[in-house]
């Protein structure tokens, strides 16, 4: 298998093209025991459009209902992969993040689309939006577990070249994500930490009808109309972090 890998790596290596890379994936998944593969970034794909690496050989039908309901930014496979920088199975998830019923509800989707066992590397670059390589098997079809250590070599190198194929140099990592203004992004991290618009504007020293405003603004740019999905956008997109919202922060109205 080491010799394989070390061959598959090359071929990945020397691909030049988005459909070379595809068919390359593709052969990865033969020889590694997976029937499918996603190369993608954890965003809203139909809002980034090209600018977004996207790659895959599922169903289309799935891949169409995926993307119009916009799962990619509450898929709890793209939360679990935040939280490590190593590869993990779909059923050891729990061990990453807790699941609620939202998160179960998604996967049992998949399964009914024929989707059972998958395994998700995760690719975390600083200043840009998180994203994975995936390889999953249909139902009944067991995950070789000889295969994980290959397949999370593959699936990093498979996501660097399309990082290179899909971000040239010459494209700000920033396109990737709607960008907010500092006042904005010092909004959104107070409304996630659960604070009023009266209370933001005693902490920033500003009218509240600015705040909202503020808040207005940067749920238009993501799309949201709610707080929540607000900040879960901009955690996503590390505009702002987990940490910056935990209940060990600053409060500067004690109870």
């Known amino acids: 298998m080491q010799e394989t890998a070390?061959?598959?790596l090359d071929l990945v290596e020397g691909v030049?093209?988005?459909?070379?890379?595809?068919?390359?994936?593709?052969?990865?998944?033969?020889?590694?025991?997976?029937?499918?593969?996603?190369?993608?970034?954890?965003v809203d794909l139909l809002r980034a459009?090209?600018?977004?690496?996207?790659?895959?050989?599922?169903?289309?039908?799935?891949?169409?209902?995926?993307?119009?309901?916009t799962l990619s930014l509450t898929d709890p496979v793209h939360r679990a992969s935040q939280v490590t920088a190593f590869g993990f199975l779909w059923s050891k998830m729990r061990n990453l993040i807790p699941l609620n019923?939202?998160?179960?509800?998604?996967?049992?989707?998949?399964r009914s689309q024929?989707?059972?066992e998958g395994y998700t590397v995760p690719v975390n670059v600083p200043g840009e939006a998180c994203g994975s390589c995936t390889f999953v098997n249909g139902i009944g079809k067991a995950v070789e577990a000889d295969a994980l250590p290959f397949a999370q070599l593959l699936g990093t190198k498979a996501f660097e070249v399309a990082r290179r194929l899909w971000l040239p140099r010459t494209l700000p990592v920033e396109a990737l994500r709607p960008t907010l203004t500092d006042r904005q992004r010092d909004c959104v991290l107070w409304a996630a930490r659960g604070k009023t618009d009266w209370e933001i504007s005693r902490i920033l020293g500003i009218s509240e009808e600015t705040v909202a405003r503020h808040i207005r603004l940067a749920c238009d740019r993501y799309g949201v109309t709610k707080r929540v999905a607000l900040a879960f956008c901009a955690v996503s997109e590390r505009i702002i972090t987990i940490h910056d919202v935990g209940p060990w922060v600053y409060n500067p109205f004690p109870a």
Request: hydrophobic share 35%; net charge negative.
């Open 49 to 69: 459009g090209d600018r977004a690496i996207r790659l895959h050989n599922y169903p289309e039908h799935w891949a169409e209902r995926y993307d119009s309901r």
């Open 114 to 116: 024929g989707f059972d």
């Open 6 to 8: 070390n061959a598959l």
């Open 101 to 110: 019923r939202t998160d179960l509800a998604i996967l049992e989707e998949g």
């Open 16 to 42: 030049s093209s988005r459909e070379e890379l595809g068919g390359v994936m593709s052969e990865v998944c033969r020889v590694l025991g997976f029937q499918y593969f996603a190369l993608t970034h954890h």
